[in-house]
């Protein structure tokens, strides 16, 4: 069982449109969970941080952990043309370097 | 502007040459990584480094070196033991302040892409 596990995708939805986006893991001394963003030959750039279980909102992005079922989610409201990119979850346990998922590429078409 | 900057953007290399990808950052981050980015599979870490001239092996490092002489630089070669080099080469650094323990908010220049020709 591979540590993190997300849908690749492709993910198409209309303008205006919320978007969930999820990764699964299985080690459970996984405690730091992070969205990054990445156009197209660009580096990726982080989203959204968040320690434990419970929400972070920021503008439109919102990220949810469920720690007792291993689950991570980025909901993106009013989606954008501009969210147009591959979304990565990176989860890590503090002394590991980051391990990510394989990335879901979203089209936001207006 | 702070920040990390890789070169060259683009790289070609022939059979059986080595190359080196340069990786410089001005955030004063302790930690630095270089991942690669093969389509399909996500970043998959090559080497990382917590301290200045200490670096360890991550899940793919055969056929990749790397030195860490100054806080700032993290060079990556690529040798022609590396019998699939073509990819997308990200190199990251985050803060470490606690010994042993990386400030999980990793930060990431804008790649190297590398083809064998």
């Known amino acids: 069982q591979k540590e993190v596990e997300q849908d690749p995708g492709p993910l198409s939805v209309p303008e205006g449109a919320i978007v969930s986006l999820n990764c699964t893991y299985s080690n459970s001394a996984f405690q730091y969970f992070m969205w990054y963003r990445q156009y197209s030959r660009k580096g990726p750039e982080l989203l959204m941080y968040t320690y434990s279980s419970g929400n972070k909102e920021d503008g439109r992005f919102t990220a949810q952990v469920d720690k007792s079922s291993k689950y991570i989610s980025l909901f993106i409201r009013d989606s954008q043309p501009s969210d147009s990119a591959t979304y990565l979850c990176a989860i890590s346990s503090g002394n590991t370097p980051l391990v990510f998922g394989k990335g879901t590429r979203l089209s936001v078409i207006a | 502007d702070g920040g990390i900057t890789q070169s060259p953007k683009y790289l070609f290399r022939k059979e059986g040459q080595n190359v080196t990808l340069s990786c410089e950052q001005n955030l004063n981050h302790d930690a630095m990584y270089w991942y690669r980015q093969d389509p399909g599979q996500g970043l998959r870490l090559i080497y990382y480094?917590?301290?200045?001239?200490?670096?360890q092996k991550g899940d793919i490092a055969e056929g990749y070196s790397v030195s860490r002489e100054k806080k700032e630089s993290f060079p990556l070669t690529v040798t022609s033991a590396q019998k699939n080099p073509t990819a997308f080469y990200l190199c990251?650094?985050?803060?470490?302040?606690?010994?042993?323990?990386?400030?999980?908010?990793?930060?990431f220049g804008q790649g190297t892409r590398l083809t064998v020709v």
């Open positions: 990251a650094s985050s803060k470490a302040p606690i010994q042993g323990y990386m400030n999980t908010e990793a930060f």
């Open positions: 480094s917590q301290i200045v001239n200490d670096f």
